[in-house]
């Protein structure tokens, strides 16, 4: 197994990395934003994000389809054929974009009465556009391990953000991301351009684009169930049945999330290309996966432990700075677990979506379950009166559901039968009872204990710096790859040298 945690962890720290330094660079300006802009600003700009969403559902899948097989390709030295399926999916996918682009800006101009909401729709139309071109770009690189030049287009983008943002929030106002955002995906995408060769061009064959419309589409409706499931459903729903100024606390809490999970993530794409490269050279299934139950078990503590923080930084942000947003609080208590099981599914998630196991519909019908289940659980929760909370929690719930049934599917692909697979089971699952403890102590704390934020600061870091020593001490002490882990690094790290 030619696999080097260390070296994706290397890779992915290229992301995270950058995105670190972006959240430490623009954290004071998102600040700004938020006391700029209304939680009903937020809203508005949420408004016309479900429509880019929806819009986003409007492919054949050709580019997910393509991915799945290059890395493969590329590993074994078959690089033209690599880059006949790059620009066939490019080509059919271009097309389709500027279809949807045209009717984004149909809506715009015919169905929207109100100008705010209207300009908003355009410039979020432009930055469809302009963000579907980059996600090309990426999964290219990806797929060719450039990850280097994405990792320094992400760089330019951090150090230009702040200084445009705050050159602008000022006078522009609720147009200000859009349009930042918008000249940032343009300077991305032309240093990109300049930096490397992608080989674009027109092709088309309608034999292959047919083979790959079978594979694409039904990574299509995956994909469209998933980002129903994830963010689309919930955003929707909220925004019809309750106000605007929820819709703004909505995205203001979950956009949060997302920074948050942003980091395995980047981890997940960086291991993706690579474990499938290596799928295409093994003799077994087992052995290019078996890396991941190890990798699994890292994910858990530190996405357990990393929720419990973040819950505790949001608490103290918005009681502090940013107090439009102080009833995001409670919302943010419960959608922040949501990041322990989403970082936990990237794993079963991409070994059931490859090309030698091929269980794409499996994904498929597992998210369309997930999917109904989580819309019954929104309804429910709108009915009862609870709010945006309630949907914060069946969203978790949903999530919870989904993750222990790709697990279980994916298990005898990663080598894991009978009590071994019970094992594996409890440790990536066991950190969320102490997530779980954590944010009810911290629920009680802001809704009926009322302690003082300094106290609560110092008191709920002690607590969990010394819950999580002890967890990992006594649960995990035995776990040679997590007890060792710091020696394991050391080994490889001497090994690639």
Not at 46 to 59: C, E, H, K, L, S
């Amino acid at each position: 197994m030619a696999i080097s945690v260390l070296s994706i962890l290397r890779h992915s720290t290229k992301f995270t990395g950058v995105n670190l330094l972006s959240r430490f660079i623009s954290f004071p300006v998102g600040i700004v934003v938020a006391m700029v802009l209304s939680p009903t600003d937020y809203g508005i700009i949420g408004y016309a994000g479900v429509f880019i969403a929806w819009a986003g559902f409007i492919n054949l899948g050709l580019m997910s389809a393509a991915a799945r097989e290059m890395p493969a390709l590329v590993e074994t030295g078959k690089v033209t054929r690599a880059r006949y399926l790059q620009n066939l999916a490019v080509t059919i996918e271009s097309i389709i974009t500027l279809m949807v682009f045209s009717g984004l800006i149909g809506i715009a101009l015919f169905f929207i009465k109100d100008f705010t909401t209207q300009i908003i729709l355009l410039l979020s139309a432009v930055g469809y556009v302009l963000g579907r071109l980059n996600s090309f770009i990426e999964g290219i690189n990806f797929t060719f391990k450039d990850f280097s030049l994405s990792a320094k287009s992400r760089l330019v983008k951090t150090i230009l953000y702040p200084i445009m943002t705050l050159s602008m929030i000022f006078w522009l106002k609720i147009y200000t991301p859009l349009i930042v955002g918008i000249i940032l995906t343009i300077i991305t995408i032309s240093y990109q351009m300049y930096k490397r060769n992608y080989n674009f061009s027109f092709v088309f064959n309608r034999a292959e684009i047919s083979r790959l419309v079978k594979i694409g589409v039904s990574l299509t409706v995956g994909s469209i169930l998933y980002t129903l499931f994830t963010s689309t459903l919930d955003r929707t729903i909220i925004s019809t049945f309750l106000s605007k100024a929820d819709l703004g606390l909505w995205v203001f809490s979950s956009n949060m999330m997302i920074i948050i999970l942003g980091f395995f993530k980047d981890y997940a794409n960086v291991l993706k290309p690579v474990i499938w490269a290596e799928l295409g050279k093994s003799n077994t299934i087992k052995e290019a996966f078996s890396p991941l139950t190890r990798m699994a078990v890292y994910f858990s503590l530190s996405s357990g432990f990393i929720t419990g923080i973040v819950q505790l930084g949001f608490i103290i942000l918005v009681n502090l700075v940013t107090v439009k947003f102080i009833d995001a609080q409670y919302v943010f208590l419960f959608i922040s677990l949501y990041i322990f099981w989403e970082a936990m599914e990237k794993f079963p998630e991409f070994v059931l979506y490859s090309e030698r196991v091929n269980l794409q519909n499996t994904v498929l019908s597992i998210w369309g379950g997930c999917l109904l289940i989580n819309l019954l659980l929104d309804i429910s929760a709108i009915k009862l009166g609870l709010g945006i909370i309630g949907i914060a929690v069946a969203t978790v719930i949903s999530q919870v559901i989904s993750t222990f049934i790709m697990t279980i599917k994916a298990r005898k692909y990663l080598g894991l039968d009978g009590k071994e697979f019970i094992l594996y089971l409890l440790k990536i699952i066991a950190p969320f009872g102490l997530v779980l403890i954590i944010t009810i102590i911290h629920w009680l704390s802001i809704n009926y204990w009322n302690i003082e934020l300094p106290v609560l600061l110092v008191c709920s870091l002690i607590f969990q710096l010394f819950m999580w020593y002890l967890f990992i001490s006594f649960c995990y002490k035995d776990y040679k790859n997590i007890y060792s882990f710091r020696t394991y690094l050391s080994l490889l790290s001497k090994t690639e040298q």
